[in-house]
């Protein structure tokens, strides 16, 4: 199930925008992130180490970014021709919800 954020006009862009939406928004990034490292499968540790959350907000609405920085990132996730699938990224944001 895909995480959706829906804007709640009641709260308005105050909150979107707010010190706390970005607190929390970064500590759900950050436990997805850790949740995505320990699937990870390891063979060298590299795409485990590589696995981060970015956070930001204040100005902007508040998002956190969970990416996998080794080019072969999305080969283990989604698989290839020769090689099943081994999701790490898709269950651990799964699991957030």
Not at 44 to 51: D, F, N, Q
Request: proline content about 9%.
């Amino acid at each position: 199930m895909p995480v959706e954020y829906i804007p709640n006009p009641l709260i308005g862009v105050q909150w979107e925008h707010s010190p706390e939406a970005l607190a929390i928004v970064a500590s759900i990034g950050e436990a997805t992130a850790i949740r995505a490292q320990a699937l990870a499968p390891v063979l060298t540790g590299a795409l485990r180490a590589s696995i981060e959350a970015r956070s930001r907000g204040i100005t902007s609405t508040a998002e956190s970014v969970i990416t996998a920085d080794v080019p072969y990132a999305a080969f283990v996730e989604f698989g290839t021709s020769d090689t099943p699938a081994q999701p790490y990224l898709r269950p651990a944001l799964d699991s957030s919800t």
